[in-house]
Every structure is written in C-alpha cells, then in structure tokens.
C-alpha cells in the first residue's frame, strides 16, 4: 500500500499518530496531500464545527479547555485545532494556546493540534478546511477551532465553523472596539468571560443594545451568556446556548446554508492555491517582478498599469478578458 | 507553503518559574520554527501525549536544576516505547557533567548548559533534525 492510503486507512481507525502526520501531510502540502484528501472525503461523516474567537488574552484557551471537558463527560469525541498568528518577521510562530489545554494532554477523545496561521490572508491556515476534514475523518464529533479575532480572521472563521462564539471580556475598553471590527456580525452567541471580576454586567447591557440594535439586518439576536472560565462558571449556560444553536439549526436551513458556505470556501481556497501556483509563483521569482517593483517603489509607473503589462505580455488571454474597452 | 521546523517546549516538575523556556521559545520563534509552548509543571506523559498529536520534530525540556533528571529520564523511555527516537530530544539547564552523561545515554540528543548561546541551539537543531536514531 502506498503512504497516502496506509495514512488514510490509519485515521479512519482511529490511530493518533496517523492523524498527526497526516495533518503535516496536508498542512505542508507534502507528497501525496491530495490523493489523502480523496481517501478521506466521501467516507468522512461531517461533524460540528465550532468556531471560538475574540480579543487576545479574553481567555478563549481557558473556555475552551472547559468546553471540552464537558463534550466528553457527555462521551463526545473531540478534536481542537488552536491558530495562532505567524510573524510575519521571521515565518515562526509561538502557539501557546496548549500552556491552557493541558490536563487534557493524554485524556481519552481528546486530540489538539496547534497550528500557525502561516500568513494567509485570512488569519486561518489556508489548509484549515483539509485539517477540520481529517479528524472529522479520525471520528472527532466535535471540532473546536480557537482563533484571535483581530483583523480578517473572524470573518474566515465563519465560513469554516457551524457555529461562532465570541468571547469577550469586562472593562478592557476594547469592547466597543471589538464589536466595530465585526465581531457583532460573526457572533452566534456572546461570552462575556472573566465575570468573576467587576463590569460584567455593563458589558451585558452594553452588548445586548447593540444586538438589539442590529436585529433587523442580522435577522437573528445571539444569546449572551456570562462565564468564568477559569473557574468553570456558566459552563451548564453556554452548552445550553450551543444545543440550542444545533438544534435551531437542524430544524431551519441554517445547516445546509453552513455547508454550502464550507463547500464554497474549500472550493474557492483549492482553486486559489493552485493559481497561485500556476501563475503567480513563477512570476514572483521572475526578473521582471524585480524590476516592476523598483519602478514602481520610485513612482515610474503606476501599481496598475504595471500589473497590466505583466499580464499581456505573460498571459495575454487573461490580459484579453480583463481589459476595460 | 512547505515545512517549519516544528519544535514543542516544555518544562517538567513543580518547581520554578518557566522564564528560560520562554525565552528559548521565542528565540526559536525568531528562527522561523512554529514553537508549541506547554507552559510549566507537565507530566513526561503529558509532555510525549502533546508532541506525538502536534507532530514536531524537536522537544526542548528545560529545567534549573539537576533535580529533573528522573523526568528527563522519563521523557526519553516514553518515546523509545512510542518508537519515536525520530524526535530530536533536547534538554536545557543547570545540568551538572555527570547527570548529562546519564542524559544521553538514555537518548537524549543534546544538552545545553547556560553557556550554551541561542545560535549554537538554532544551529544544532536545524542540522540535527530528523536524523534517525
Ligand atoms: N479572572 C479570570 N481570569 C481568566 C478567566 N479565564 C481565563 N483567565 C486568565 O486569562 C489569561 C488568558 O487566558 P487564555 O485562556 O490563555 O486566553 P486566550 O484568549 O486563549 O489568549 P490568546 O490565545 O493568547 O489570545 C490567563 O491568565 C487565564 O488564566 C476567568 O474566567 N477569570
Ligand atoms: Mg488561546
């Protein structure tokens, strides 16, 4: 048998390790990444993806070490994935979100895998759809993705998780700003974590105004529910706010809608990436890249019309689709 | 997108601050390798159960006294039963000559003392990963 299909057959029966290699496997696009994917696709029974995210240090790890604890007391299998940012200086990155996770180390169910976000875009690993498919595939019921919501990342969060929870903290003052970034579009229910200090209840108030305020155009008004993690208060609340979710979900479209948007993010990153590859790639190590780039640093040509030229004169057909005339 | 160095950092026993691991961590960071960071006062089992599911290629244990010798110990033991001696296995710290002997004679890769400068660290690792035993 060959690497991918032992690696495939591995997952399926449940070998850690197999799943551990496999998701380098896909995640550095090593040899035979894709003929993986294809093993496990069609067999993979689709689980609940559940997206936490929010400001820095709001205590997300902590929740979700909670979250876990109670999945599995119901005998729920569970798989965490935890991004943390690339630096952008040097390509390495410090994933810290296990320092919180660990008396789960070892515990059965329970698989995490800590993952750099390795500069997409997005703030998400672009290979974070293939991983959420392979410890479905390794039987995960539950997929956990930890993200920090700032920037882009908690949009993408949305086309990957079924479910979005946002959590946020009392008197940093960075609420309000939290809620500009998007943070109020993405949530399907708030955690108002950390309320065993003071200000929790202002926050409340703050948070349902501004839900209450935006109803109409969400069509939806997310649960608040007040936590503290570290303690393991409100846990009973919060998985009450998340049955409730899956099963309003189940009962109107909002599945299907959350599977269609999956399908379409996983299409749309396959197709990009191999653009990239087809088109892009060669021409970032080009000479002529080079000499673009330094024209248009000293202002001789414009961005644009740069951009244009390297098109007719290295894909004159797409050159011929995208022209204004 | 390609492969990083993947490095797991730990710091086994109960006592102490984690301040040198984190330095190490983040120099490490700073060579380009994605470091999982574990924090303080794991298990060897938690430690070895933590690096099989993140797949690294390197494991650091520090520690600021000889005291930890027996969880080092532990750490390799663990790993020969996983046969997993693939894994670069690094030890940092106040580790006196003879207990570093003990050290690698139970398989450990390395051991660095305080003298020891981060680019000697990032060097031995970028040269010493993924030689198997
Ligand atoms: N007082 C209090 N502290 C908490 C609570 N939950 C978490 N913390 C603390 O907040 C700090 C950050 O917690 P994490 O769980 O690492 O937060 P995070 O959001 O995952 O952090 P990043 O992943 O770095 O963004 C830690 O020191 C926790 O112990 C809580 O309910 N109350
Ligand atoms: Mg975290």
Redesign the interface.
């Known amino acids: 048998m060959n690497k991918p299909d032992l690696l495939a057959q591995g997952i399926q029966a449940g070998d ?2 197999a ?3 496999g ?2 496997v896909v ?4 040899e035979g990444w894709e003929a993986l994917l294809e093993r496990l696709y069609p067999e993979s029974r689709r689980g609940f993806v559940l997206g936490v995210t929010g400001p820095p240090g709001g205590g997300k790890s902590t929740l979700v070490k909670r979250l876990v604890e109670e999945f599995r007391k119901e005998g729920v299998t569970v798989g965490v994935l935890a991004v943390d940012p ?2 952008p ?8 979100d ?2 919180r996770m ?1 008396d789960l ?2 515990k059965e169910g329970v ?4 993952m ?1 976000s ?1 500069g997409a875009l997005g703030g998400l690993n ?2 974070i759809n293939d991983a959420v498919l392979l410890m479905e595939a390794f039987g995960s019921e539950v997929v956990i993705i930890e993200t920090v919501g700032v920037g882009q990342a908690e949009i993408a969060i949305t086309e990957v998780a079924d479910m979005v929870v946002v959590v946020l903290v009392p008197g940093q003052g960075d609420e309000v700003q939290a809620l500009k970034g998007g943070l109020l579009e993405i949530a399907d229910l708030f955690v108002i974590n950390k309320s065993d200090r003071g200000g929790a209840e202002e926050l409340e108030i703050h948070l349902q105004w501004a839900v209450a305020g935006h109803e109409a155009r969400l069509g939806r008004r997310p649960p608040i529910v007040k936590t503290a993690a570290i303690k393991g208060e409100g846990l009973g609340e919060l998985c009450a706010g998340l049955r409730e979710h899956r099963q309003r979900a189940a009962e109107t479209a909002l599945d299907e809608e959350r599977s269609r948007r999956r399908a379409d993010l996983a299409l749309r990153a396959h197709l990009e990436e191999r653009i990239g590859a087809a088109f892009l790639t060669p021409l970032l190590a080009a000479e002529e890249w080079h000499e673009a780039i330094e024209r248009i640093a000293r202002r001789e040509i414009s961005p644009g019309k740069s951009a244009r030229r390297l098109l007719r004169k290295n894909f004159p057909d797409v050159w011929r689709c995208t022209r204004e005339d | ?4 160095i ?1 490095v797991l950092i730990a710091k086994p026993g109960l006592d102490g601050h984690d301040r040198g691991a984190r330095v190490i ?2 120099a ?12 303080l006062r ?1 298990t060897p ?3 070895v ?2 690096a ?4 690294v290629d390197v494991i650091g244990l520090s520690s600021l006294s000889g005291a930890h010798i027996g969880l080092f110990s532990r750490v390799a033991e663990l790993l020969m039963e ?1 046969k997993r001696t693939d894994i670069l296995l690094l030890g940092g710290g106040i580790i006196p000559d003879k207990d570093r002997e003990v050290l690698m004679a139970k398989g450990f890769d390395g051991i660095f003392t305080p003298g020891t400068t981060m680019k000697e660290i990032v060097t031995f690792i970028e040269e010493n990963r993924g030689t198997a035993k």
């Open positions: 850690e390790q799943l551990a290699r998701l380098s995640e550095n696009r090593e690339t630096s200086f040097s390509g390495g990155a410090l994933l810290g296990r320092t660990m180390a070892g698989f995490i895998r800590s750099a390795r672009p290979g | 997108m390609g492969k990083k993947r961590a983040q490490l960071r700073d060579a380009g390798m994605e470091v999982v960071y574990t924090g794991r089992e938690q430690v159960s933590a099989l599911q993140e797949d996983k």
